[in-house]
């Protein structure tokens, strides 16, 4: 497994066909993979097992070496792969439903709850307990469901963890949707990105100022 670069390097991602990864954790930026969510005209990054695979190494949670082997195990096994494209997909619209509600405060019903059961059965059932860096950690197997199966951890720590209570949604302006963690000191960060939806939100406002003078 990679260890995930910090900072500025980590946020801008490995490939630029994909978004920045501006929400402080593997699944949050899962499902930022949608663009302008709250808009008409959402637009998906994850547009088949390929763009999957390649977003792993977008994010940095595969090398090369990985991204070979799954390209060549998606080959091997198209429906397979296909299949699993599938999986991950409703993995993060099921995450993002569930978040979005934790996000705005809101009770979260038990059926968004109950649509993540079987994929934590799933991922958790596959994997592995290993002794790190002064603590123990969960890994899943190599295979074609590694990717999709690492959401699930990095969501489960997050769902399980104190963190939860710093995750916020963009608002952008009526359009971006997408999740990330508050880490600033005071928990007072309100866009994913005070250069792009900050900006452009300060830029709306001041039109609009300027259209009332
Ligand atoms: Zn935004």
Redesign the pocket.
């Known amino acids: 497994m990679r260890t995930i670069a910090a900072g500025k390097a980590r946020r801008q991602g490995n490939l630029s066909e994909f978004p920045r990864l ?1 929400g402080e954790t593997l699944c949050l930026d899962f499902t930022n993979t949608v663009e302008a969510r709250l808009s008409e005209h959402p637009q998906d990054f994850l547009t088949g097992p390929v763009e999957l695979a390649r977003w792993a190494r977008h994010a940095d949670v595969i090398d090369e070496a990985d991204a070979e082997r799954i390209a060549g195990e998606m080959a091997a096994d198209p429906a397979g792969a296909s299949n699993e494209w599938r999986r991950a997909v409703a993995l993060r619209e099921h995450a993002y439903a569930l978040l979005r509600d934790i996000a705005a405060g809101r009770a979260p019903a038990d059926v968004r709850v109950d649509a993540l059961q079987p994929f934590l059965c799933a991922s958790l059932g596959r994997a592995h307990l290993r002794p790190g860096a002064g603590r123990f950690e969960l890994t899943p197997p190599d295979g074609i469901a590694y990717v999709a199966d690492l959401i699930v951890l990095d969501l489960h720590r997050l769902l399980t963890s104190e963190r939860l209570g710093r995750l916020r949604q ?3 302006c009526g359009d ?3 999740l990330f963690l508050d880490t600033s000191r005071n928990g007072t960060r309100h ?3 005070m250069e ?2 900050g900006s452009r939100a300060k830029m709306r406002r001041h039109y609009q100022r300027m259209r009332q003078n």
Do not use: D, E, T
């Open positions: 501006l963009c608002p952008g971006c949707g997408w866009w994913c990105s792009g939806c």
